[in-house]
């Protein structure tokens, strides 16, 4: 395939630069607002580096360089205003690159972690990457007040100019020496109280990259001989190749190579190759075209009985029988069994991440250095990967980072082999290759969100209230991964607040063959629903209302209390709609953070669904971008509702059947309710996530406000596979 | 086969295969990456550019169907200097937040207001109804939309 005469102007140029890393031609922003580059991995020309953290050019434009990666959740702008927090410059001055996971490798992880997952970039990491901020401040105050003779003490520094009496100088004048500074000690970082940027509404600096197309993402990278690969893996996972036959394709125009990848023995990892094959072309269209018609034989292994039914009637078997103990308590008095009881079964299915960019990757293999661009959530994971596949020092590796079309937990921690895939095929054919997964190859091999069914019983004291409390919860998980994630087995259920005198949890573990990874408040989502829906269940068999419920079940817990009074407030909950229309609550805690939802919805007699409104209430701790914050609380409602109104992937002869968005719808515009948004802050150590939490209280609080609009309760999801016609 | 594609004003000359759909012509001999693989079933819009100013999902559009026509994707929707209405209120209300969706939205969203400049909520959610946000960008659209709106009355008025 050619074109003549083809556009070059968009055209990535890609020469190797002197100081490591490819420098990839780009236009230089002449505004000198707060920005961001289009291809931020570059290396800008950025002045005096003070630490691996920020530059400060003669201009005294300060450029950051952010170790973590930017899927939709804002750590972009949240790193660079931590630093510019601290570092005290004009935000308009600051300019955020993508920190070089090479040198970070090199340096002994300089940047502490270029992990982004878990709501952690600022939750957790605030501390190093403001004290990076803070240490630069400081080193500047301190060649300053070397230069005038004074005491460091007596140098101030504000929006980039230190002054001490009437001497005032730039930063930009200090910045060289400041880098040769060692201080004595470290400063402390500032406390919230003493922001004057953190806590101020910015908008993002990824907005307007992304606003002309302009922002390159890993599927957009174009490297000069590259070629690209359409792949197929075994569509039931871990299935094996026997066969394929290319004599039908290998004529076909621009075909370059057809190429079996195979698993390798004992390596079961989510990011190793399962057996596949890739038909590599000149585009990407001609590879998958041909693809389509290459005739493969599968041997699909002893998987290729499973369904969802089949695995919903197994996990009903098992849990007849205990689970292994989570953890018990006993205050003594009632217990199941003594008492009035409410018992439920709510299951979850599987769900996929469908991040809206396929997974991919372009490589580029050459005898003196590998480059990588994938959109992966964690580069030095990218990094490790490539060099195995390469078989090369991972010094030899420069995984460049760009923008990813999404994350939500499924491209971190070497969650996808797609990484390996690339690598190898460039080995292989020595030019760099880019592997796009179709859509459905994206859904088929995808790490998916487990399914889970549980079981729970209260027993109720005559006052209405629960004294006894037990769950059973079943997950299907690969052999070996017990836990998605971090405790999920804990997540929204063992661990809910409720002051109930006695309780007992327990988990099952049920094998699958399909490969898990987490997402987006991973295990949350799934027993948040089936905690909250229960708790409604409870409170109505109580004759209690089930905001009041939560209220009293949490007394002497003051963030939970918190919560729940500025949701009373806000909301309007109640529990008197006339028929079709109803209010439900839900509150769950998510990475650190306590969520509460109030849902408003409609229901027709004939059973259509309408989410009119959700209120949602977080205390986070401290927030520190009010508008970045309230976006993802909107669009943590929007994942999660998504899900348990429309998803579901179905499993059937061990494969999943689903795999574009017109089997596995997402929630559109016209389902999308008005999302009003309130933070009740308790401040102090507690510093909790924002990307998650939203997502896990409002499927339940939809559920039970259905349940006010139609007198059903719905113990599973997806909602529309119910009946809701109410007469 | 030699195809003359018209793209953001100027004509470009392909050798492509007939039945390649406009997306990946776009995508890779002419890289104009701003339009997104999303789906390849016109399911999810991210894929979304104009043909004669029209909205079309570029991914089930064979290059064969463009020629003869005016292609603008969201490369040649504004200019730097120059944004498009829709692009500054993007700008301003701050809408995307992976982005990877957002130049479909922002190419379905200029079509509607070409042809209906002052849409109600029910006129947004018809014409928006075909492109997919996973982060949930809806509600920030819908608003940018009356934003763009206002803009441009602003500008017709003045």
């Known amino acids: 395939m050619s074109a003549v005469p083809v556009t070059r102007r968009h055209f990535l140029k890609v020469t190797a630069a002197t100081g490591g890393g490819l420098l990839i031609g780009f236009h230089v922003p002449e505004a000198l607002a707060a920005a961001v580059q289009p291809k931020p991995w570059t290396a ?220 390798v023995p004992g390596k079961t990892g989510n990011s190793d190759l399962q057996d596949a094959v890739a038909v590599v072309a000149d585009s990407w269209w001609r590879a998958k075209a041909a693809l389509d018609r290459l005739s493969i034989e599968w041997d699909d292994g002893p998987s290729a009985h499973v369904s969802t039914p089949s695995q919903l009637a197994l996990a009903r ?62 580069q030095s994971d990218a990094l490790e990967l490539a060099a195995d596949q390469a078989g090369r020092d991972p010094k030899d590796v420069y995984v460049h980072t760009v923008f990813l079309g999404g994350g939500f937990g499924g491209n971190g921690g070497g969650a996808t082999a797609v990484t390996r895939q690339a690598t190898e095929l460039s080995k292989r054919l020595k030019r760099p290759v880019k592997v796009i997964w179709s859509r459905e190859e994206d ?113 002497g817990l003051d963030d939970w209390q918190l919560v729940l009074r500025a949701l009373k407030e806000k909301s309007g909950f109640r529990t008197d709609l006339p028929k079709g229309r109803g209010m439900g609550v839900a509150i769950v805690e998510d990475h650190g953070s306590i969520c509460a939802a109030c849902a408003t919805v409609r229901v027709s007699p004939a059973g259509e669904l309408a989410v009119e409104k959700v209120v949602i209430v977080i205390d986070s701790g401290h927030v520190i971008n009010p508008h970045n914050a309230a976006e993802q609380l909107e669009g943590g409602v929007c994942w999660e509702l998504s899900h348990a109104w429309m998803g579901g992937l179905e499993l059937r002869e061990g494969r999943f059947v689903n795999t574009n968005f017109d089997g596995y719808p997402l929630l559109r515009m016209p389902q999308m309710p008005e999302v009003e948004v309130h933070f009740a802050l308790s401040g102090g150590s507690k510093w909790g996530g924002i990307g998650e939490p939203a997502g896990p209280p409002t499927p339940p609080a939809v559920a039970n406000a259905i349940y006010f609009a139609t007198g059903k309760r719905i113990r599973s999801t997806p909602f529309k596979v119910h009946d809701l016609s109410h007469g | 086969m030699n195809y003359a594609l018209s793209v953001n004003g100027a004509i470009h000359e392909l050798a492509v295969d007939p039945d390649m759909p406009l997306l990946w012509a776009l995508r890779e001999p002419l890289s104009l990456t701003g339009t997104k693989y999303g789906c390849g079933i016109a399911q999810c819009g991210a894929c979304t550019v104009h043909l004669d100013g029209r909205p079309v999902r570029s991914c089930v559009t064979p290059v064969s169907a463009a020629i003869g026509k005016q292609i603008t994707t969201i490369e040649g929707l504004g200019t730097n200097e120059a944004p498009h209405p829709v692009q500054v209120a993007w700008s301003e209300v701050g809408v995307p937040q992976c982005g990877y969706c957002q130049s479909g939205q922002i190419m379905s969203a200029a079509a509607l207001l070409a042809e209906k400049p002052d849409p109600t909520d029910a006129d947004i959610d018809a014409a928006m109804a075909g492109n997919l946000c996973r982060c949930g960008t809806y509600l920030r659209i819908r608003k940018a939309i009356h934003a763009a709106a206002a803009l441009m009355a602003q500008k017709g008025a003045a």
């Open chain 1, 44 to 263: 800008l020309p950025q002045g005096a580096e003070i630490n691996a953290w920020l530059a400060i050019d003669a201009e005294g434009n300060v450029t950051i360089r952010v170790p973590h990666t930017e899927m939709g959740q804002g750590a972009l702008t949240a790193v660079s205003m931590m630093i510019a927090e601290e570092l005290d410059v004009d935000w308009t001055r600051v300019r955020a690159v993508f920190a070089d996971p090479n040198r970070h490798l090199r340096n002994g992880n300089e940047y502490k972690s270029m992990n982004t997952s878990g709501s952690a970039v600022v939750r957790r990491q605030h501390p190093h990457i403001m004290q990076a901020g803070a240490s630069a401040r400081e080193r500047l105050k301190e060649v300053a007040a070397r230069a005038w003779g004074v005491e460091r003490s007596q140098v101030e520094a504000k929006l980039g100019t230190l002054k001490s009496g009437s001497r005032t100088g730039s930063y930009a004048e200090f910045a060289t020496a400041a880098a040769a500074v060692t201080l004595p000690d470290e400063p402390a970082i500032r406390k919230p109280g003493e922001w004057w940027l953190l806590g101020n509404p910015k908008k993002r600096l990824d907005v307007d990259v992304k606003s002309n197309g302009s922002a390159v993402y890993a599927i957009d990278v174009q490297v000069p001989n590259m070629v690209y690969a359409a792949v197929k893996a075994c569509p039931v996972p871990w299935g094996t190749l026997k066969s394929f036959d290319e004599s039908g394709i290998s004529s076909r125009p621009g075909i370059v190579a057809v190429v079996a990848l195979k698993a």
């Open chain 1, 317 to 378: 078997q098992l849990l007849d029988q205990p689970g292994e103990l989570v953890s018990e308590k006993s205050e003594g008095g009632l217990w199941i069994g003594e008492a009035r009881e409410v018992t439920a079964e709510y299951h979850r299915p599987w769900e996929t991440h469908a991040r809206m960019e396929p997974i991919n990757a372009t490589v580029s293999v050459t005898p003196g250095r590998v480059d990588v661009w994938s959109p992966t959530q964690d």
């Open chain 1, 443 to 555: 859904f088929a091999q995808d790490k998916q969100r487990p399914p889970n069914v549980t079981r729970l019983t209260a027993a109720l004291r005559p006052d209405g209230l629960p004294y006894a409390w037990t769950t059973r919860s079943l997950w299907f998980t690969p052999a070996g991964v017990e836990r998605v994630g971090p405790a999920t087995a804990d997540y929204g259920i063992s661990n809910m607040p409720y002051r109930v005198p006695n309780r007992r949890h327990e988990r099952i573990n049920a094998k699958s063959h399909i490969p898990v990874a987490t997402h987006r408040a991973p295990g949350t989502n799934q027993h948040g629903f089936m905690t909250e829906c229960f708790v409604d269940e409870v409170a109505i068999a109580g004759g209690i209302d089930p905001l009041e419920w939560r209220l009293r079940m949490t007394e």
